[in-house]
């Protein structure tokens, strides 16, 4: 089966997933595996015209992988994750979206 994107994790990312126990950062990697073969909306979703969102719920925590495509890459489809975080709610924080976009233009700078 063809994956329908690639994924990029920047470092923001590794060290959030190495900060959760075992188990929950097994079900976010499996999530992510996941929704790159199919469409699903409860595991990734567009929050606003250029950041995405990874969602992963487990054991009753919420977490949130926060995302772009990469629209420069000669590749046919990158997700670049810019950082993660818990949360309590459903609502994403103003903050952690603005955090997201400021990754993202460092990203296309560097790049």
């Known amino acids: 089966m063809e994956y329908r994107f690639d994924i990029i994790l920047l470092q923001e990312v590794d060290e959030f997933l190495d900060s ?9 990697v499996y999530n992510l595996w ?15 015209d250029e950041i995405w969102e990874f969602r992963t719920r487990y054991m009753g925590n919420q977490v949130r992988l ?11 489809k990158i997700v ?16 952690e979206i603005d955090k997201a976009l ?3 233009k460092t990203y296309y700078t560097e790049k």
């Open 20 to 28: 959760l126990d075992d188990k929950t950062r097994e079900k976010v």
């Open 80 to 95: 670049v994750c810019t950082h993660g975080f818990a949360k309590k709610d459903w609502k994403v924080p103003k903050q």
């Open 66 to 76: 926060l995302a772009f495509m990469d629209k420069y890459s000669k590749q046919p």
């Open 102 to 104: 400021k990754i993202m």
């Open 34 to 48: 996941k929704v790159r073969m199919i469409n699903d909306s409860e595991l990734f979703k567009k929050l606003t």
